[in-house]
């Protein structure tokens, strides 16, 4: 065993509160990876709620296991240690499930680089072949579920939606089939209402490269539905670890709301997780005390605390969440607000409570744009909004944008340093930060079937900002690589022939240099506008949204039309409530 690392492991772990610690003998052992270092997944409240709800069950274990910090892979691969988990430092390939939590299509080379390391076998292929045991690779979360294609070939099974209600099904079956044949155990998980097992599907493409259908094996679903937990309430809300380690260092997070009926449409978020629920108020605040108990207990210090949601203040207690943790002394910051919902109430809330920046996403400097993506707020309630936090005692503010949104205009790119402008000379603002990113179109959304905007123009777009942005004084721009960007937009929209890319990719070549020798056009991915009638890679997956309802969104938008926000119950306009 690779000793500074394990060793660097058990330190870790010492600093947690929370960690569980169980038996393996008689259990579905199930190692959870989340392909990035750490700190990052440790940030992360998804692998921690998948970590609770397993290890709660009797029948389960779960352990953690993460991409290892470059010294300590070199460390690794200089041993040839297989890598293992944290919990026990049991080596990956003896777990019977190694089971992904996937949010970011960027870290997908970093799953077949865990997935070597681990010895399990890269592909579902080659695991299926090997002689003697190889773990079950299951892959779940907000990616899997939006396009599992691009990994298809790596994944044994992709859980397709929340985690909560197929859990125990996966449990059950896995406990149930110990010692069957591998090709068996898939067919009782594909069984299963929200399980998804690419090897019991087949692409065919049409001449031009574009995807003329995915057939199903006999037996399998046509489409498959995703699973949804329609009541919260009796599943956690916070995190099941806290550690110093993490980009959230010492912070209880908490989820006050899923998903988000304010309908842009840009984002994969708001439409993936429809219907929107809200947490009870009594809930949180409950879950929040007791896991601030067992942190106090372990550490001596009360804890911070993040609420999380799309957007906090559209939870109709959310200032009587904020008051509470005011009341019992827990510094707190939350994740997002919006411009129309930030009042003096609010930023007094936050103030007390610790927050040091109002964050805004204002996302284009034009009312036109706005209009085009849904966003529901003006410049003038931008502006306002920003005035409200500094008269309540803010000197930071952070404003979100992005570039390259349908139909931008170098107006619009304009209208951006000119709102930031009028922001940062409205008081005497510590700084404001201004975040600028690309627009990437995503599966489940009305802009699915748009090119992103070349990546030079979109360079051309973040120098022009960057040039403007330096001749005002307190303004800070944090800008996202364009190249970055249209690669995300490649492996958010991709299939089955980008594996050899990502295998590539994984084993340290460039993106550029994969596309190359792949034979693959980042362009016809990324940046080629769809027809109407294009079948996607993903439309064998079935979220509930209506094909028919998200293009009638982006006729709406394109016309400069508002949507409402979700009614749920009697609202049945996208077909997830029908």
Known sequence: MARRFAEKVRYRLSRESGTVTKPHGGRVKFALAFPSTYYVGMSNLGLQIVYRLLNNMEDAVCERVFLPDPPDLLELETARTPLFTLESQTPVQNFDVLAFSLSYEMDYPNVLKILSLSGVGLTSAERDDAQGFAPIVIAGGPAATFNPEPLANFIDAFVIGEAEPVLPEIVSVLSCSRGEPRPEVLKRLAAIEGVYVPSFYTPYYKPDGTLLCTKNAPGMPKKVKRRFEPDLKNY???????????????????????????????????????????????DVIKDIADMRKLVEEHTGKAPRVGLLSASVFDHPSSLLICRSLIEDELHFSISSTRADTLNEDIVAALRSGGHQVITIAPESGTDRLRRIINKQITGREVRQAARIAFEGGFRRVKLYFMLGLPTEGPEDVDAIRTLVEEIAVLHPWEKVIVSVSCFVPKPWTPFEWCGMKEERDLSKDMERL???????????????????????????????????????????????????????????????????????????????????????????????????????????????CR
């Not at 010492?250 to 988000?260: K, N, S, Y």
Request: proline share 6%; with cysteine; aromatic share 8%.
């Open 466 to 576: 960057r040039s403007a942005f330096s001749r005002i004084k307190r303004v800070e721009l944090l800008r996202e690589s364009p190249r970055e960007a249209l690669v995300q937009g490649v492996l958010a929209r991709g299939d089955r022939r980008l594996a050899g890319v990502i295998e590539a990719v994984s084993k340290g070549m460039n993106w550029r240099q994969a596309w190359r020798e792949g034979g693959i056009d980042p362009g016809f991915y990324a940046t080629r506008e769809r027809p109407e009638d294009e079948v996607f890679p993903w439309d064998h997956i079935d979220l509930g949204i209506s094909k028919k309802h998200l293009w009638h969104e982006y006729e709406l938008g394109l016309a400069e039309a508002s949507s409402a926000a979700c009614m749920v119950g009697p609202c049945r306009r996208c077909g997830v």
């Open 236 to 282: 956690p809300s916070v995190s099941a670890i806290v550690t110093p380690e993490t980009e959230f260092a010492d912070m209880i997070l908490a989820e006050v709301a899923r998903g988000c009926g304010r309908h842009c449409r840009f984002c994969v978020a708001g439409h993936a997780y429809l219907p929107p629920r809200a947490r009870a108020e009594a």
